[in-house]
């Protein structure tokens, strides 16, 4: 049973606070926003350094500090090459299932190996008693979200169909979900070069987030 939306509607948008970003603003130089998050991992994290280098393409990185612990090499060579990193908490935890302040401590946790303002709640999901204790203890912070969900995660779908659901609704100022996972890399590896090849395409630039709270 599905059990999340591929296109994020403009309700949910509306209805959570205004820190949570949910897509960028357009300028006059159309740009997407390619995301991903639960790495590194020591295959699917390498390919899509690789991938992104061929299409002179930036991105963001939203990891999990359990992960980086394991795999440092490739968290170091994810900042070398220029991208941008956001916290993701250290174990991947379910905010709806965690007390506020065990959560707001497994986030600081990672952040001693990320040391980033940009956050993403694993699975989308977090208390408002979590947003408002983010906000108080790092008010620098943003919480990014998404515009676009490539559900590369769910095994019922297939490759073909993971690329669809990003093509089908992508357009400049998305913010666009991929995993660097073991679950996720059977149809990230195929959809991803088709997405960067048709931004390419399109001209529009790939650009990481902007950093926090800047719009640069």
């Not at 209805?15 to 991903?36: G, L």
């Not at 795999?71 to 379910?94: C, M, Q, S, W």
């Not at 001693?112 to 979590?130: A, C, E, T, V, W």
């Not at 529009?204 to 926090?212: D, H, T, V, Y």
Request: with cysteine; glycine share 4%; hydrophobic share 35%.
């Amino acid at each position: 049973m599905v059990t999340y939306w591929v296109k994020t509607p403009q309700w949910i948008k509306k209805f959570f606070p205004e820190r949570m970003i949910w897509d960028i603003p357009v300028d006059s130089e159309p740009a997407v926003y390619i995301t991903f998050d639960d790495g590194p991992h020591p295959v699917a994290t390498p390919f899509v350094l690789e991938q992104l280098e061929k299409y002179n393409a930036s991105a963001t990185f939203f990891c999990v500090g359990n992960n980086i612990s394991l795999y440092p090499e490739i968290f170091a060579n994810t900042l070398a090459k220029g991208h941008r990193v956001g916290n993701h908490t250290h174990d991947h935890i379910n905010g709806w299932k965690t007390t506020s302040s065990r959560y707001i401590k497994n986030i600081e946790r990672a952040d001693k190996y990320i040391h980033s303002n940009l956050f993403r709640p694993p699975y989308g999901r977090m208390k408002y008693s979590q947003i408002r204790k983010i906000r108080k203890k790092h008010p620098s912070w943003s919480i990014y979200m998404w515009d676009i969900l490539s559900a590369d995660f769910d095994k019922a779908i297939t490759p073909q169909e993971c690329l669809q659901n990003v093509l089908a609704n992508i357009c400049p100022g998305t913010i666009i979900v991929f995993h660097d996972s073991d679950k996720a890399y059977e149809r990230m590896k195929y959809a991803l070069p088709e997405v960067l090849e048709y931004c390419r395409k399109q001209n529009w630039r790939m650009k990481a987030l902007p950093n926090g709270n800047s719009k640069s």
